[in-house]
């Protein structure tokens, strides 16, 4: 079982940055992937950003050169830096994980406004 708490969401205007976290605990030493995912209302849940026990990263199109995912192993935390932000941007971002057994965790998911 893994844990994921995500935080670091918030209101913010375009153009400005946010940096969200996903602290993970339980039993990290099986997770392969974590990611970012997102969900805007009436929309589906949508792909932000991977990056796996070994370092590769993978983002959305839509993200692509604005935000940036990152692990500090030391601490079982994720983060997502988010610059440039966009009121398209705006959706509840949650924590995923994948471990190397296949099983799936999410987080509760956390709330980025971006409006003026």
């Known amino acids: 079982q893994v844990q994921l708490v995500e935080s670091g969401g918030g209101l913010v205007q375009p153009g400005g940055s946010l940096r969200l976290s996903c602290a993970a605990s339980?039993?990290?030493?099986?997770?392969?992937?974590m990611g970012w995912y997102r969900q805007a209302p009436g929309k589906r849940r949508e792909l932000v950003a991977t990056?796996?026990?070994?370092?590769?990263?993978n983002y959305a199109d839509s993200v692509k050169g604005r935000f940036t995912i990152s692990r500090d192993y030391a601490k079982n935390t994720m983060y997502l830096q988010m610059n440039s932000l966009k009121p398209e941007d705006t959706a509840v971002y949650y924590c995923?994980?994948?471990?190397?057994?296949?099983?799936?965790?999410w987080g509760q998911g956390t709330q980025v406004t971006v409006s003026s």
């Open positions: 339980g039993s990290i030493f099986s997770i392969y992937t």
């Open positions: 995923n994980t994948l471990t190397w057994a296949s099983s799936e965790y």
């Open positions: 990056v796996t026990s070994g370092g590769s990263t």
